[in-house]
DNA sequence: TCGGTAAGCTGACGGCATGACAGGACAAGT
DNA sequence: ACTTGTCCTGTCATGCCGTCAGCTTACCGA
């Protein structure tokens, strides 16, 4: 599947190698957590790590590099989102407790992993093609799930056919993963985090199906 | 009002000094256009600038600092925003309206200026005060004036009372935000701008009033 | 016209991060 | 013990950072 793990200059890493790799990738990870993306060093990340920069430099090209692997990583694990929405109902009570899990998973997942997530997003909007293709795939695992639901609703005739379900979803989802990245805004604005969720889940309804649930 | 221009030791900028402070400013918002925040160096904006890093550092802190100084121009600026929402009616056609309206001129401000928005949404994203307080500058011109007027319909009954009206708001801003800076993203979805716009437009109208526009 | 003063700019410098290389340390097999 | 290939690091040239002293320029009052 995906090639062996390789050094910059072409060797197969080995058990030792893969495991300061890895070493390296996690300690990049807290230091994105903890300072800002611009400042982190590759410096810092090896003497974190109790290596060397020369050893960083055998793993990754740069920080870009090596941050494009953990979000690759994480990625991978994005998929998991996908059962917020197989086989969910979007009817009745059943499509309120759907958006509302819906809302739930997504925000825990990108509050989870924000610190890499941040990177991701801003390497995306500056036009990064890399990112951008992560980005896309994580969001994708939600929003062409929600793209089905609508597109579903929309052939029973409960949505009026103007609406393009790929544009909804999309604005959903990326809604949600703004208001996870954001909701130090919110609370500045008096709204807590208890409150935001059901709200969100409103509007995630409300674009889904055009109407108000039932609860 | 706000006391003179000074530069970093101390001296009260002149005519001259002031022409060139806005030139390296001028020079940085095109630097941010054009490459990835983080590859930003002081020694490229002074060059660009025709000038030398010393004098960079004679007005700005560091870059950050000269960012946060464009950022709160265009915080200045975006006062205009709250044009887009003043007086203005959320029924019947009007609201229709209303949405779209909004959704342009918000969405043309985001663009505009979509260079350093990128950089204001990462450092309020990763917890930096400054950042952050003009962001909320930016979006409280638009996001107070949704509040009342999803207050204002709450209290005539129109919408249920368990909706927090700034939550509510908040979400579809902070919404309007991301889509702005990841239109790249719709467009491999198969969205285009111009089908965008009015789903988008939509989803606020939903919010606001909890009912499909009549168009 | 002529200093005097403050503004404005830059060359130069120590310090640190970067990125490349060669060579030493280490583990595993013979 | 010896060989082999992996793994790590000391070292070095390069370039950016951030600061300072000192030079040039503009303004102003006498």
């Given at each position: 599947?995906?090639?062996?793990?390789?050094?910059?200059?072409?060797?197969?890493?080995?058990?030792?190698?893969?495991?300061?790799?890895?070493?390296?990738?996690?300690?990049l990870s807290e230091m994105l957590s903890s300072s800002p993306y611009?400042?982190v060093?590759?410096?810092?990340?090896?003497?974190?790590?109790?290596?060397?920069?020369?050893?960083?430099?055998?793993?990754?090209?740069?920080?870009?590099?090596?941050v494009?692997?953990i979000a690759?990583q994480m990625a991978?694990e994005s998929?998991?989102l996908?059962?917020?929405?197989?086989?969910?109902?979007?009817?009745?009570?059943?499509?309120?407790?759907?958006?509302?899990?819906?809302?739930?998973g997504f925000m825990e997942f990108w509050r989870k992993n924000d610190a890499i997530l941040r990177v991701v997003d801003l390497g995306a909007?500056?036009?990064?093609?890399?990112?951008?293709?992560i980005r896309?795939?994580i969001?994708?695992?939600?929003?062409?799930?929600?793209?089905?639901?609508?597109?579903?609703?929309?052939?029973?005739?409960?949505?009026?056919?103007?609406?393009?379900?790929?544009?909804?979803?999309?604005?959903?989802?990326?809604?949600l993963t703004a208001v996870a990245s954001h909701q130090k805004g919110f609370s500045?604005?008096?709204?807590?985090q208890?409150?935001?969720?059901?709200?969100?889940?409103?509007?995630?309804?409300?674009?889904?199906?055009?109407?108000?649930?039932?609860?």
């Amino acid at each position: 599947m995906t090639g062996q793990v390789r050094t910059v200059d072409g060797r197969v890493a080995g058990r030792r190698g893969q495991a300061t790799r890895q070493k390296l990738l996690d300690c990049l990870s807290e230091m994105l957590s903890s300072s800002p993306y611009r400042d982190v060093k590759v410096i810092d990340v090896a003497r974190r790590a109790g290596t060397s920069p020369a050893t960083f430099y055998q793993y990754f090209p740069d920080v870009e590099g090596a941050v494009l692997e953990i979000a690759d990583q994480m990625a991978a694990e994005s998929a998991g989102l996908t059962e917020l929405l197989e086989g969910r109902s979007w009817t009745g009570k059943a499509g309120w407790q759907t958006a509302q899990e819906l809302v739930d998973g997504f925000m825990e997942f990108w509050r989870k992993n924000d610190a890499i997530l941040r990177v991701v997003d801003l390497g995306a909007a500056e036009g990064d093609k890399r990112f951008n293709k992560i980005r896309l795939k994580i969001l994708n695992s939600v929003t062409s799930s929600l793209t089905e639901a609508i597109s579903g609703l929309q052939a029973k005739g409960r949505i009026d056919k103007d609406v393009n379900p790929a544009a909804i979803a999309g604005a959903l989802v990326v809604m949600l993963t703004a208001v996870a990245s954001h909701q130090k805004g919110f609370s500045t604005w008096g709204v807590k985090q208890a409150e935001l969720k059901p709200n969100l889940a409103l509007l995630v309804h409300l674009g889904v199906t055009g109407k108000k649930p039932t609860k």
